[in-house]
């Protein structure tokens, strides 16, 4: 963004990316942690993921009183307001990621060690696919990667196919032995919270185009598989 003759309005925008960077690093800490706390059946580990949900929703709302303040102060226009409006919509994105991962996390001890062996590995692949897009969207944000973005909103439906294969053998695992429901099924929403953070990152995308480049990205194809587990 260009420099504006008032510096502190240079200032004030800054902060607004460092606290976006902030957000993106805690969300990025909670899902690897509680992807960890489900695999290993960490229970102090699901405790601190649920305990840095606090630190996040601290933050989103620090952002907000700092943009709000930013707007009536200095009335932005063009591509300020664009920075200052995606802040917001990124912040909130990136906080409902948190409250994902918090999801995750109270699920370890219901799991607990009476989850299939067999399902350890694709969960695990597909946290770490969510993992890569939660820690690289942010960073494209603040080295201002239009088209990097562009690439990695794209990439959500590797996640979503993942997410299918997980589906369909947590309820193969669930057919054919009854004693495997209840893991299964919080494995089920785990899945499930891991989809959609995806989701919000490509909503992260969305918006971080926008305000580098002032243009929509097209309407995203329509998911492969609508399968769906609400929680």
């Not at 489900?38 to 952002?63: C, G, P, W």
């Not at 009183?65 to 664009?82: G, N, S, V, W, Y």
């Not at 990667?145 to 590797?158: H, M, S």
């Amino acid at each position: 963004m260009g420099q504006h003759t008032v510096t502190s309005f240079d200032q004030e925008l800054e902060n607004l990316d460092r606290l976006i960077r902030d957000m993106g690093e805690i969300a990025s800490e909670m899902t690897q942690t509680a992807t960890r706390a489900l695999l290993y059946s960490n229970t102090a580990l699901a405790q601190r993921v649920i305990s840095d949900d606090v630190v996040m929703d601290a933050k989103q709302r620090e952002l907000d009183e700092r943009a709000i303040t930013l707007i009536a102060k200095r009335q932005p226009m063009a591509q300020d307001l664009r920075a200052v409006v995606g802040a917001i919509r990124m912040a909130a994105d990136l906080e409902r990621i948190g409250d994902l991962a918090k999801n995750i996390a109270k699920r370890v001890g219901a799991v607990g060690g009476n989850a299939p062996r067999g399902l350890t590995q694709p969960i695990e692949t597909m946290a770490n696919m969510v993992l890569e897009q939660v820690r690289l969207v942010v960073d494209r944000y603040v080295t201002r990667q239009d088209e990097a973005l562009t690439k990695l909103r794209d990439e959500d439906e590797k996640i979503d196919i993942q997410y299918t294969s997980v589906f369909r053998e947590l309820l193969t695992y669930m057919m054919e032995d009854p004693r495997n429901i209840t893991a299964c099924t919080h494995l089920l929403f785990c899945a499930k919270n891991l989809e959609r953070i995806g989701d919000h990152v490509t909503n992260i995308a969305e918006n971080a185009y926008y305000v580098l480049t002032g243009l929509q990205l097209p309407v995203q194809r329509p998911k492969q598989d609508e399968m769906t587990v609400s929680s």
